[in-house]
């Protein structure tokens, strides 16, 4: 079970490039939660998600070497609905249909966030340096929390809201 939840159901065993492959995963599940629950459920998933993970992480990585195997992509999980939630927010306080997840958006955030993760700049570099199950989930979480800043700017350009 620890494995496939760290896995997210076992996708982070592709043998190239798992992390990307987990924030693919995590696209049509995190709009599967927004349809089903709005930014609400979403909120609330992502929150397990980090706990859960950190928990599942901590439980797979005891007494190994390596503290943040390929394998585990439930951070990934976790920092791409991060990046999302600007975007179900933003519809959910609209009134606007669950089913509009405008593509722009959701790839936006994907490619921002991958950026982030892969390149960890600043408080990602950080955090990955922790070397701790801690550190693995929150990496992520400021990888998407750095995302769903720039997705919020790029929506406020988008739609007129910044006056720029």
Request: net charge negative; proline share 7%; charged share 10%.
């Amino acid at each position: 079970m620890i494995r496939f939840i760290t896995s997210f159901g076992f996708v982070g065993l592709i043998p190239v490039a798992p992390g990307t492959f987990g924030s693919l995963a995590a696209l049509p599940v995190g709009y599967g939660l927004h349809v089903l629950g709005g930014f609400p459920l979403l909120l609330i998933a992502t929150v397990l998600v980090f706990v859960l993970g950190t928990w599942a992480t901590a439980e797979f990585t005891r007494g190994a070497e390596n503290s943040d195997p390929s394998e585990v992509v439930i951070d990934e999980v976790a920092g791409q609905w991060i990046a999302l939630l600007p975007l179900s927010a933003g519809l959910w306080f609209a009134g606007a249909a669950p089913t509009l997840f405008p593509w722009p958006g959701w790839v936006g955030a994907f490619v921002l966030f991958r950026l982030f993760d892969i390149l960890k700049p600043g408080p990602v570099g950080w955090a990955d340096r922790l070397h701790s199950p801690l550190g693995v989930m929150l990496d992520d979480v400021i990888a998407g929390a750095m995302a769903a800043v720039l997705i919020v700017i790029g929506a406020g350009v988008a739609h007129g809201m910044l006056g720029v």
